[in-house]
């Protein structure tokens, strides 16, 4: 069975500062890919990495995906209200069947 | 906004009930994937429709089955439905391999 574990599963910081959310798996994916979910919404997709050591950035979001594309990595740099939701990263199995992590609830206070 | 509409987006049932999801994809999306997601979980693999054929499934009893229409849109059916059954029932559509788009979901309370 293919499992993904998140951590922490619940941050609770202040405005400005960084946060880095780890999502580790027991197995590799072909690509592995992170999600945020508002409350009463389905999960958007905010970046596919592929490449083992891979870096993507999407703003002030930094995805890394490990060289043995086993663990990935997301890094907030000065976060922002806006940013609160669950973030959940998922391993692409074949026919594009996603495996989930339990989900990592971030809550940015003003 | 996905393109992908989900209905009802609420609904109580009983146990020993049954009831039927359903899910319009977005437009020249051909796969349908199901999931389940309990509260404070990820989502979980149900099951995956490819023009109609079911094409995988989770570790989901038998009593969660499915049906794609031919233009694409799908329904979920769980029968004999259990108190573990609550949960946020999504539906995602895609084309070939391309990322998967989720519908808003439906909240099922089983009481």
């Known amino acids: 069975t293919q499992l993904l574990e998140q951590s922490p599963q619940f941050l609770s910081i202040q405005e400005g500062e960084n946060l880095t959310v780890y999502c580790n798996s027991s197995s590799v994916f072909s690509s592995l890919q992170w999600y945020r979910q508002e409350p009463g919404e389905g999960p958007v997709l905010l970046v596919t990495v592929v490449t083992g050591g891979e870096v993507k950035k999407l703003k002030r979001l930094t995805f890394q995906f490990g060289d043995a594309r086993k663990d990935s990595s997301l890094h907030i740099t000065a976060a922002q209200p806006g940013d609160t939701g669950l973030y959940l990263c998922?391993?692409?199995?074949?026919?594009?069947?996603?495996?989930f992590g339990a989900g990592t609830i971030l809550r940015v206070k003003s | 906004e996905t393109g992908v509409t989900q209905s009802p987006t609420h609904l109580i049932k009983t146990r020993g009930q049954q009831v039927t999801l359903r899910c319009s994809s977005q437009?020249?999306?051909?796969?349908v994937s199901w999931y389940q997601q309990a509260l404070g979980q990820g989502p979980q693999f149900i099951f995956q429709y490819y023009r109609e054929e079911e094409n995988g499934r989770g570790n989901f009893p038998p009593r969660f089955s499915g049906l794609q229409f031919p233009n694409y849109s799908s329904e979920l059916n769980v029968n004999a439905l259990e108190l573990d059954d609550s949960a946020l029932y999504l539906c995602?559509?895609?084309?070939?391999?391309?990322?998967?788009?989720f519908g808003s979901g439906t909240q099922l309370s089983v009481l």
């Open positions: 995602a559509s895609s084309s070939a391999d391309e990322k998967l788009f």
């Open positions: 998922a391993g692409v199995t074949y026919g594009n069947k996603l495996v």
């Open positions: 437009s020249g999306h051909n796969t």
